[in-house]
């Protein structure tokens, strides 16, 4: 080979190492989040995930590699302080510098209120009633439960980073005002969202841009084709009782106007008490509820417990993908699991 060519060859490849290099780093906080970005940035990047499959966000230690991540990071996309009240420290301790977007914050993000009582009484299924989302509106006063996240090493560096125990989360005295969190169960919300993350990393990187708003606009096109098969799927049960775990899911019952009967416990780290679940069994016998959902990293015998002498079928609610592969395909995923499981339950 010719010291021309030997030449050409190094000078072409460290052009290619500081093009690679100037695409941002970034870090998304849950699964879904994280594979929203993975779309927008397909063929030029992967984005970091903070809070692994099969953790609640509610309550979560960052792992050093994760604290390092989120330290390196020039955006950060998660869904905000309703649902991850500890990553704020965090966000502020190590990545000061970072673009760092709220989505549920946004513009044009459909927020819901959370629903109260076991049977939702308070609010009625007007699913014509959300709300489009005002920055000045948006509330901070939900506090959320602390969930113990087993198998993470909490030893680390950065503990004052994320050092969430001096967050006030009453497991059981937990108030649900302001809006629910749970927003990128709406896959309209999940459209608004690439725009937003497609605009982020276009100002960040330039020269992808066209990549980016590429990518974003086939996402929001698959999606919209998603909402449409899974409201035929969803067709042939609809009008069915069931009863959820947690109100984790008020964002699809919304957005395809199949309603829950009911939640059996008050949030994601509370256990029933006696007089929610007698409440419970009664509204199930009134209502001929034929399924209960519970979910991966729940306790799933609570379910048991309030189906315990009935005929009712019980099922698996996955609100976050703890079984699916992190990644672009996780998403569409998810909300097709969804779908299958209130199907394969109630049909």
């Known amino acids: 080979m010719s010291r021309k060519l030997i030449l050409g060859t190094v000078s072409a490849f460290g052009l290619a190492s ?31 995930l903070l809070v692994q499959p099969g953790a609640s966000p509610h309550g979560y230690s960052l792992r050093p590699s994760e604290a390092e991540a ?3 990071a020039d955006a950060v996309f998660w869904i905000g302080e309703g649902l991850e009240p500890w990553l704020e420290g965090s966000i502020d301790a190590l990545a000061e510098d970072a673009h760092v977007v709220e989505l549920a914050e946004t513009d044009g993000t459909t927020e819901l209120e959370f629903r109260e009582g076991a049977t939702f009484e308070a609010h009625s299924h007007d699913h014509g009633a959300h709300e489009e989302h005002e920055h000045e509106e948006h509330a901070g006063d939900h506090d959320h439960d602390e969930h113990d ?14 050092d ?30 690439l725009d937003v993350i497609a605009a982020e990393l276009s100002e960040l990187d330039p020269e992808n841009a066209a990549t980016y708003r590429a990518n974003a606009d086939a996402g929001k096109a698959d999606i919209e084709t998603l909402i449409g098969e899974i409201s035929a799927q969803l067709e042939p049960v609809r009008g069915k009782n069931f009863i959820v775990f947690h109100d984790a899911y008020h964002y699809f019952e919304n957005r395809f106007e199949f309603p829950a009967s009911g939640s059996i416990s008050i949030g994601d780290a509370s256990d029933p008490s006696p007089a929610r679940i007698e409440e419970i069994q009664d509204k199930v016998a009134e209502l001929g509820v034929t399924c209960a959902f519970t979910e991966p990293q729940f306790n799933g015998d609570l379910v048991a417990t309030v189906f315990r002498g009935s005929d009712a079928k019980t099922g698996v609610m996955d609100p976050l993908g703890a079984d699916l592969e992190p990644g672009k395909d996780l998403y569409p995923q998810l909300l097709r699991n969804l779908a299958n499981s209130l199907t394969g339950c109630l049909g």
């Open 18 to 48: 500081a093009v690679a290099a100037e695409v941002p780093s970034v870090a998304a906080d849950i699964p879904p989040v994280h594979s929203l970005v993975s779309i927008v940035m397909d063929g030029v990047g992967t984005p970091d």
């Open 70 to 72: 989120l330290e390196r």
């Open 149 to 162: 996240h087993e198998g993470h090493d909490d030893d680390h560096d950065h503990d004052e980073a994320h």
């Open 164 to 193: 969430h125990d001096e967050h006030d989360h009453d497991a059981h005295g937990h108030d649900h005002h302001g809006h629910d969190p749970h927003a990128w169960l709406d896959p309209e919300n999940a459209r608004v969202w």
